[in-house]
Each structure stands twice: as C-alpha cells, then as structure tokens.
C-alpha cells in the first residue's frame, strides 16, 4: 500500500490488450454484495438495464462501519494529470444534478472546491488544465490577500496563492447511500439485510453465497463490492490487495459570530504535501468538518472501536488554530472513524476472479471513490453485463 494521499492516483496502465466479460442475457439473476457508494450505484444501473438484481448487506446502505457512512464526501474536478478519473467525475456531476432532481433530494452541493497552494505550480491542479479547457472549465485564482478578503476567516499569509474549483462541493454520503437503495427497491430490485460469505467455486463459477441466518443464496452473477472486507472476503486472491486503514474526521464548534462565514464557505483542500488536511461545510449542522487524508494505522473495520487518535486529533487542531484562526478554541463536537479501502496504488479495482469469471471484485475508493459513485456504477454495469470492455486502469494486475 502507498502511504502517499491518493488525490491523483497513477495512470500508467493503459496499454493492456481490451478484455470483455460474458454478455449477460437479461434473466440473469445477479447478487451484489454491499451497498456502499460502489455497490449501491451498481445495482442501480443493473436494474435499469432489466437485469434481475438482488443488493446484500451486512448493515444497511451508509452504515456507521462503511466508508460511505459519514454525513459528507468532496466532490472535485482535479486529478492532476489522470484523464480517466476527471471524466468519470464529469460525468458523476452531471448524474448527481441529474438524481436529485429526480428524487426530490439535496445530495450535491455546489459550493466549489478551493486549494490552499504553497507552490507556484502544483501539479495536482496544473497537470488537470488539458482536461478542463477540453470541457470548456475554468479555475480561479487568487492571491492570498485577494482571497483574504473574500474568505476573511482564512489565513494565507504562508499560502503562495489558492485556486477555486467552482464545479466541485460536496455530497451527502450516508444519505445518498440510502436514497440510492430506496430508489433500487422502487424500481423493483430486491434488497436483503445479511452478512454474506462466498461459498466455493466449481468449473469456474461461483455459485452461492451463505447468509449470515445459515442459508445459501444462488445467483448467476455475483458482484462484491465490499468496501474494505473485499480482502477479507477473498484473502487468496485479493487479501493484501485492499488494506484496511483507520481515517479520522473531526466536527468543530464555530463561534455563533462566524456560522455564516464558515457555512457559506467551499470545501478547501491544503495541499501542504504532509497531512493534506481538507474540510467541509454544512454537514446537517454537525459542525465544521476537517479530515486528514494522510495514511492511519491498519484498521479492522468489523470490530474496530471508533475513538478518535488523540495525537492526529492534536495536530488537525493545530493546524485548524493556523488556517482558521476564528477556531483556536473551537470545541470538538463530534468525531468519525471511517476506513479507507486502500488499493496499492490508488486506483479502483473492477475486474473478474481469476478462476471464476461470474465473480466481479469492485472496490479500492482509496480515499477518492465516493463522488465517483453514479458514473462509476453506470460503467461497472456496463462492464459487469458484458455489454463494454473492462476498464485497463482498474484491472487486477
Ligand atoms: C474519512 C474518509 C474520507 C473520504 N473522503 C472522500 C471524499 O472527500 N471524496 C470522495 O470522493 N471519497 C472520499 N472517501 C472515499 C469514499 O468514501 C470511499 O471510496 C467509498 O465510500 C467506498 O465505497 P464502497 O461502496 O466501496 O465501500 P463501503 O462504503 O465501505 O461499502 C461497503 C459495504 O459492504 C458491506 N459489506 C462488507 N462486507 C460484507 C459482507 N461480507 N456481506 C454483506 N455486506 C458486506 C458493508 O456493510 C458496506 O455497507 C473518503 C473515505 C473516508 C473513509
């Protein structure tokens, strides 16, 4: 696993010969495993495909274990120099206006994305610029005092400018798990609440599931999209593929002087190449959030106690107390442990197992996966179904 933050992942991978799966007749009955972002999605666009779909999981869609649990996730144009994941998050945003409207829901929240910038040029933004002008998207910059007076609840005396992504925000996590889940089941996917273990594979297939109540689930098609059990769930194939690690997200108090200020503010990312510490606003009032997407410590996402690390949580204060001075002595009103699902080197994984090619793996989020969700799905379907090629950045190697 890289220890290194995953914002632009490597896209080194592209010249593999193209692979298709088996075209899935439409009374195929296909199992997907977990309804997190990744899984939730899937079965979607399976369904609308016409395809008979059922969506198992152990705990419910956005659960508190999962990586998809927590009340927001940055939805961002930048991905330095990775074309493939700026387009699928072009298409995610045009899919996550297009899904609120259609249920009646705030998910998207277009507040932009504004980067804390030390350098002159970081790569990270400059290296997205080709794919922007191809869309027709433009950033803006701003000098530090230029941005003080827009945002003056923010330090950049030690910034060398900042950069606003007007297309990006942030989304409703948890909620927009559940919401994809009822829409599933309104448009006649079966859902069921259950702990799964693969049961064995014969002549290159697997055929059944066992239920956490002890009884055996058969489908034709399985898709585990597990989030960080997938290694456990698979320990042969892909066991030190995904590895667990512990994230913390921290809800401050804002002084009641400055709630329009930070509520009214974009999500911002500091790209100070350590901690790459980020934050949102607007978390159904839990406060305002900071995360740290620097590496935690390995983490069983079963059993795990979720008690914040007092050393992490000292830090991200310190540097909360730096950037946003208003917020010296702002109480800690709640904090989240989440796992990150991390892939060797970033990247999604969505591909077959090796013996058994009606058995689909999805996972590897690495920090970066849930704004994907809708744009990702409606490709994992495609894939899944046989109706497109695998994606060569997110094949097993
Ligand atoms: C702290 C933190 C901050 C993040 N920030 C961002 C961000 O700002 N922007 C962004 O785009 N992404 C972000 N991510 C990454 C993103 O949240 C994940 O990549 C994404 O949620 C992964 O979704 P998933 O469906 O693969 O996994 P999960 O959400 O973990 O879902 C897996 C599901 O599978 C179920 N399951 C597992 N095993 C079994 C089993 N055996 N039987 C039945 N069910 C099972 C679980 O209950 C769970 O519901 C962040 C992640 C974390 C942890």
């Known amino acids: 696993m890289s220890d290194q933050p995953t914002f632009a992942p490597r896209n080194n991978y592209k010249n593999l010969a193209p692979r298709r799966g088996n075209l899935l007749g439409t009374n195929t009955h296909i199992a997907v495993v977990g309804a997190g972002a990744f899984g939730g999605w899937t079965a979607l666009w399976l369904r609308r495909l016409g395809y008979r779909v059922t969506l198992i999981d152990a705990w419910g869609p956005g659960n508190s274990r999962a990586s998809s649990g927590d009340e927001t996730r940055v939805i961002r144009s930048t991905y330095g120099a990775n074309e493939t994941y700026f387009d699928l998050n072009v298409r995610a945003i045009e899919l996550w206006r297009e899904h609120q409207h259609r249920w009646n829901k705030s998910l998207f929240f277009n507040a932009g994305v504004l980067w804390f910038c030390y350098d002159e040029s970081p790569e990270m933004i400059e290296a997205t610029q080709p794919f922007m002008r191809r869309h027709g998207l433009e950033y803006q910059y701003f000098s530090p005092q230029e941005a003080a007076q827009k945002y003056p609840h923010i330090n950049t005396a030690d910034l060398h400018h900042l950069v606003l992504d007007p297309y990006g ?36 297939r697997l055929t059944s599931l066992t239920l956490s109540d002890g009884s055996t689930f058969a489908a034709d098609t399985f898709l585990f999209a597990c989030g960080s059990w997938l290694g456990k769930l698979f320990p042969e194939v892909i066991g030190e593929t995904i590895t667990c690690t512990k ?41 305002f959030k900071i995360g740290v997407d620097k590496r935690g410590e390995r983490f069983d996402p079963t059993n795990g106690e979720r008690i914040a690390n007092p050393d992490v949580l000292a830090k991200a204060r310190a540097f909360m107390s730096h950037r946003f001075p208003a917020l010296k002595n702002a109480p800690l009103v709640e904090s989240r442990v989440c796992p990150y699902e991390n892939s060797p080197d970033g990247n999604f994984i969505l591909d077959t197992h090796p013996e058994a090619d009606n058995c689909w793996f999805l996972g590897g989020g690495s920090g970066h996966g849930y704004k994907h969700g809708p744009a990702l799905g409606e490709m994992a379907a495609g ?14 190697r």
């Open 247 to 287: 994230q913390e997200a921290y809800y401050l108090g804002v002084p009641a002087s400055h709630t329009q200020l930070f509520d009214q503010m974009p999500a911002w990312i500091d790209l100070d190449g350590v901690d790459f510490y980020y934050g949102i606003p607007g978390n159904a009032y839990r406060g």
């Open 169 to 204: 925000g942030y989304l409703k996590a948890r909620e927009s798990c559940q919401a994809v889940q009822e829409a599933f089941v309104r448009g006649g996917g079966a859902y069921v609440n259950a702990f799964v273990q693969p049961n064995k594979i014969e002549k290159g």
């Open 383 to 396: 894939i899944v179904s046989g109706k497109r090629d695998l994606e060569n950045l997110f094949r097993m």
